[in-house]
């Protein structure tokens, strides 16, 4: 069925250090990666997208790693900064059956602390 | 930068009455979805929209929920007869090509408090 796992819920780590999550999905067709940030009461803001022709993208301390053999793709934190405490969702989509919608995962929540 | 914007930002009802959301869509997008977001929980696709009829939709989207661009620049979602599970937060989506594969930007959201 349509399904990303997202892992971890949750991560606590200290300014500065890096963050990984890491997330599997189910439809080998999909070609479509988005990561999301929600902050606490807002919207969720894209901060970093790949297709499948690529297997990674890096935008200043944000980078994303997709693995099509293995269903799985990452989004990596660098330089983690308060300001990046949030809740972050992989999604995907582009798959057969499913070319006007996105999947999420469970998300998870991030937190820097000084 | 042109945003999605919905209104209200929150609205509460009595289990059993229709309810009308409402959102406008960026204004060069073609493609337009609602999702929705029980408290702590993932997001959660409903309905995408596009050529003026339902493209895709979920389990979730049954008979009591319906969507309707009755304009030029609104895109409304309607839950008929509402239910303490309806519950949620609500977000409108647009994207200016196939939202599989196009970014899907979204609104601040509806509250919407079933009781």
Same mark, same amino acid.
């Given at each position: 069925g349509e399904n990303v796992e997202q892992h971890p819920s949750t991560l606590s780590v200290q300014e500065g250090d890096s963050a990984v999550i890491k997330c599997t999905y189910s439809?080998?067709? *999909?070609n479509y990666f988005p990561w999301y940030k929600q902050e606490l009461g807002k919207r969720p803001q894209l901060i970093i997208d790949i297709r499948s022709n690529v297997g990674e993208k890096k935008d200043q301390r944000i980078a994303v790693t997709l693995n099509k053999t293995a269903k799985h793709f990452s989004l990596h934190i660098t330089?983690?900064?308060?300001?990046? *405490?949030a809740v972050y969702f992989c999604a995907y989509g582009g798959f057969s059956g499913g070319y006007n919608k996105l999947i999420f995962g469970a998300g998870t929540r991030l937190a820097v602390h000084p | 930068e042109p945003e999605v914007t919905q209104t209200p930002s929150h609205q509460v009802t009595q289990m059993g009455q229709e309810v009308i959301l409402r959102c406008v869509p960026?204004?060069?997008?073609?493609y337009f979805y609602w999702y929705r977001q029980i408290l702590g929980q993932k997001v959660e696709f409903l309905v995408s929209f596009y050529n003026n009829e339902i493209s895709e939709k979920s389990?979730?989207?049954?008979?009591q929920f319906s969507v309707e661009r009755p304009d030029g620049s609104n895109f409304t979602l309607k839950i008929r007869s509402t239910k303490l599970e309806d519950s949620a937060m609500y977000f409108c989506a647009s994207s200016r090509g196939t939202g599989g594969q196009e970014t899907q930007y979204f609104g601040p959201g509806t509250r919407l408090l079933v009781l």
């Open positions: 439809d080998s067709a *999909s330089e983690t900064q308060p300001e990046d *405490s | 960026i204004s060069n997008h073609l389990e979730i989207f049954d008979d």
